[in-house]
């Protein structure tokens, strides 16, 4: 056999080699490992063969020229070939080109002929940059850049590179899935004690009874066992503001006017009497007033607004300087709502004395997360036998807390194991009622959810430790990680976790600081916020080059104690407590030992390791059934009493977030997809709701019809898209249902507590949809709105969608955007024809309708504030019809909504005090109705074919209109009724 043979043979056998560890000797490459070994074989003679050639003083080139049989042009054309053939480019480049053409690509399933062809295509490609002038070493920094060589050896050792597997899902009866539980009345277990109004809400109400104007904002801040109110209201065209307190002791106010946050001006407005004018500030001593027994201070500032959106301020007591922990006080002229906010009411639909009892704490909660973690569990029993209520208080608490809206931290340290074992007994004690309680089991999930897994002291204890041994071994002991570190010992927090990532990010990324702050900013922390910590983080990170290996390595590691104990939710933390893990000590630091849980269903670890391979994969199909599977498997166990409950009910907690992620970003998979794949989709997002709902009945009710709906689309049977249309209704009623009970469960307690802890209005005004959009609803409602279009067109449906069925009539009023008016108010009853309306929007003052060819979905805040509003809101899916209304912009119309259509016409003025009153400002009113007084006709029974509107009511006629409307194997029931002044007519002949 010839040398060029040998060669051309050899370099044959490499890519086939490769190819075989690749595939893990799949596909065609099992049938030639023979052939393979032989090829080893030559190789090893050809490479022996040139090297006699190179010891004996012949040249690389002439080598060349031999082979290719151009010895005269060798010299000649050297020049124009590149510096290395692409034979020489080292396949463990060739394997990250690869890699990184497959994840762009979406990760798909490849063939594999179309491996092959994949692996030369890559080789190709480094060539390309090669011969572009790049040298091997700049195309390995490039390749190598973060952990992509990581990952590319991952894939190689598990044998899964460019596979897309699936799981094979068990079949099972879906009625093992119920919970249903008896109803419990809200008010049953809730106390009615009268309200005692503290000194602030006494002068809240006095000035707001005074009805000066509408309250533009109204903020409460804690100080210490005082409270400060500080109350903007408009009066007419001036901006009052009214700050008070119950502080004892002489006191001034230092503030000033402020265009931004931040800003400190003098204001051009008139003083109020005895303030002090200083270079950037003003100082007024607060006046002491009393009412009813109770005594406060008080100063009230009037001003023109003009270009200041609020006020910065200061309280100086002697000598002591009293801040908003730590910042200064900040509050806006106005909230971004023209609503009039209220007052904390008589805390109706709440459980009162619970709820107050948490706002008496909050002074000592705000020291510490192991303050309010034990403060929390104290509270556990009361809540519990507050029932709904209770635990509902608990929850709006530790949501308020999650999302910063309560101080985590205020003048106390306190070590990461202390905070740790206080989580550890909160999530324990939240784990009892969980196995006690089945019909709570909801709300503990999401009281969980909010508060991290914590652990025993160790755990907590190596957040403390670790921290230094990073620092130790990776030469980093001053600037931003010596901050860190400190705030690490004296105060850890879930914004730990954050900044942890944050550095990671910024390595990875090059030390690119501008990465290290996008994570930061994308996770609601701000550079003020790092300053506002006790132990304040005011240095950027700074590390050198050499740094990079160890501190990726150190702070992956960290970042698994981190999630340990402050993030319940976090998938690869919870998989790793289940299946167990260890961190050995070092030095000075504490080991960790985390056993495995005992009893885990078969396959069941490595069904959670099928889903951590795939949990970043384009396609997101495989890896949804592998998460739905695993949430099946493990419902058996969360319904015993396993002595590790609480990790599996964390573990599920974070399957059941994880689909939420993997269904949004896996819509872009589902642009153009076929009506069965978006139906298949729409029933796994039905289920891991129905595994997350305590009432699901109707749930699981609505998930056999979807399956039966793909059955007949799979036989083509020609009704399949009205089946569809009816699950999809039911479905949508479902979601709006469950809403519904959590805004009457949760809102009156956000309202009641938010107002007695001064959190920001707009975080309690949309506390509750904020809840109902953060689980998998909000999914399946935007699931619902990509098919039903398609439904609709199938199925020849009609015009409307009708998401707030209320009769009402007003001026048509035509506007592009919805966002564009949301801030309007209408002088007269108005009906709004917007070409786009997203969801976010408010519905404007004197706003009585709002029709759109958009289709927000059901669970959007511009749906939720429709329906509670009593405001009419519908899709149109008419182009004619919408035509037909835009051209009757300032026409008086009526609009009669039915559950699936809208009737509209136009009125006179005389009929608009007859139509359906309109909800303008804070009216919530129901509409008023006008009835028409109906004559006997001189019939005492009449058959369906005369039922007129003259003669029964709406109920009787429906059963007339299906007649020649509905299949022949839909059954009409005969029908007879009693007219209109029968029952009047027999009283009179009594």
Known sequence: MSLLLRILMSHFQKILSRSMHILGGKGKVNRHIHQIKKRQEEYEAARTELLDEISRGTSIEELR????????????????????????????????????????????QYSPEKQLMEFEEARKELQHELEKG?????????????????????QLETKKYFSA???????????????????????????????????????????????????????????????????????????????????KGPLILHWALSERPGDWK??????????????????????????????FQTVEIETDGGEFKGISFVLRADETWIKNSGSDFYVEFDSGTTKRIKDAGDGKGTNKALLDKIASLESEAQKSFMHRFNIAADLIKQAKDGGNLGLSGILVWMRFMATRQLVWNKNYNVKPREISQAQDRLTSLLQDVYKSYPH????????????????????????????????????????????????????????????????????????????????????????????????AIHSEPSFRREQKEGLLRDLGNYMRTLKAVHSGADLESAVATCMGYSSEGQGFMVGVQINPIRGLPSGFPELLKFILDHIEDKMVEPLLEGLLEARAELRPMLLSSHERLKDLIFLDIALDSTVRTVIERGYEELNNAKPEKIMYFISLVLENLALSSDDNEDLLYCMKGWNYAMEMLGRKDNQWALYAKSCLDRTRLALTSKAEQYHQLLQPSAEYLGSLLGVDQWAVSIFTEEIIRSGSAASLSTLLNRLDPVLRKVANLGSW???????????????????????????????????????????????????????????????????NSKVCFATC????????????????????????????????????????????????????LTLVKMQFS?????????????????????????????????GIPTSVALPFGVLKRFYQMI
């Not at 390995?140 to 850049?145: A, D, F, P």
């Not at 999401?446 to 025993?456: A, D, F, L």
């Not at 069925?805 to 009023?813: F, I, L, M, N, S």
Request: hydrophobic fraction near 35%; charged fraction near 30%.
């Open 266 to 295: 003098i204001p051009p407005c008139t003083l109020p009497p005895n303030t002090v004018l200083l270079e950037k500030a003003c100082e007024t001593p607060f006046i002491e007033s009393s009412s009813k027994d109770l005594v």
């Open 801 to 867: 969608q009708v998401i707030s069925p209320v009769e009402v009539a007003g001026y048509v009023v035509v506007v592009d955007e919805l966002l564009a008016v949301q801030n309007k108010s209408y002088a007269q009853p108005t009906i709004l024809v917007a070409k786009s309306v997203k969801g976010e929007e408010e519905i404007p003052d004197g706003a009585v309708a709002v029709l759109t060819p958009d289709m927000p979905d059901v669970l959007s805040h511009v749906s939720v504030r429709a329906r």
């Open 65 to 108: 020229a031999k082979l290719t049989k151009n010895p005269d042009d060798a010299k000649v054309n050297d020049t124009k070939k590149p510096l290395l053939s692409t034979s020489d480019i080292p396949e463990d480049l060739v394997q990250v080109q690869s890699y990184i053409r497959w994840e762009r690509a979406g990760k798909p």
């Open 440 to 535: 709570y089991r909801e709300l503990i999930r999401m009281i969980m959810s909010t508060v991290g897994r914590g652990g025993e002291g160790d755990v907590g204890q190596r957040i403390r430790d670790e921290i230094l041994v990073i620092q130790r071994n990776n030469d980093c002991k001053g600037g931003m990680m010596e901050e860190w570190h400190q705030k690490l010992h004296n105060n850890t927090s879930p914004d730990d976790v954050i900044i942890c990532q944050a550095l990671i990010d910024y390595i990875n990324d090059d030390f690119n600081i501008n990465t290290y702050w996008d994570t930061l900013h994308k996770n609601g922390i701000t550079k003020e916020r790092l300053l506002s910590y006790d132990r």
């Open 165 to 247: 597997e699936r799981i094979q899902r068990k079949k099972r009866d879906i009625t093992t899935f119920l919970n249903k539980y008896a109803p419990e009345t809200m008010e049953q277990k809730v106390s009615h004690l009268p309200k005692v109004l503290t000194a602030m809400e006494v002068y809240s109400k006095t000035i707001e009874e005074q009805d000066v104007g509408p309250v533009l904002n109204k903020k409460l801040f804690r100080l210490d066992e005082s409270e400060l109110l500080v109350l903007v209201i408009k009066a007419g065209r001036k901006t009052k503001v009214y700050v008070a307190t119950d502080k």
């Open 134 to 154: 790049s040298s091997l070493t700049e195309l390995r920094q490039k390749l190598m850049k973060g952990n992509t060589q990581t990952k590319v050896h991952k």
């Open 938 to 970: 001189g019939r005492y029974a009449i058959s369906s074919e005369e039922f007129t509107t003259e003669m029964v009511g709406a109920k009787s006629r429906n059963i007339s209109y299906l007649k020649g409307k509905v299949p022949s194997w839909v």
């Open 877 to 928: 899916f008419d182009p004619s019809i919408l035509t037909e209304l835009q051209g009757n912009e300032g026409k008086l119309f009526r609009l009669k909504p039915t559950s699936a259509d809208i009737f509209y016409s136009e009125i006179k003025e005389c009929e608009l005090s007859d139509a359906s009153s309109a909800n303008v400002g804070d009216s919530l009113s129901p509409p008023t």
